[in-house]
């Protein structure tokens, strides 16, 4: 998430059992990486799965998706129109 990294940054104390913590420290050992590449990704993972853009490219993509949707749909809805059984 290069973008927390330009702005202050907030600090948030997690707890993680002791086998938890473990697995993410060996983790990162493996890929060479931080725990706080770790958390980066998985936060960034968490927003992407509920649709919250995570930086200002993705927060313009879903603007054009949704500005290029007529008025009264929603950007789903042709979608969920097709699959809909004709009758």
């Known amino acids: 998430m290069e ?19 473990d697995k993410l420290k060996q983790l990162a050992r493996d890929r060479m990486a931080t725990f706080q590449e770790l958390a980066d990704e998985a936060f960034a993972d968490l927003l992407k799965k509920h649709g919250i853009p995570i930086d200002l490219k993705d927060a313009l993509r879903k603007s054009a998706s ?22």
């Not at 973008?3 to 913590?21: C, I, N, Q, S, Y």
């Not at 009264?72 to 129109?81: H, I, K, L, T, V």
């Open 66 to 87: 949704i500005a290029g949707t007529p008025v009264g749909e929603s950007p789903n809805s042709a979608a969920s129109r097709k699959n809909k059984p004709k009758g």
């Open 3 to 21: 973008a927390a990294k330009a702005g202050p940054l907030v600090r948030k104390l997690v707890a993680f059992d002791e086998d938890t913590f």
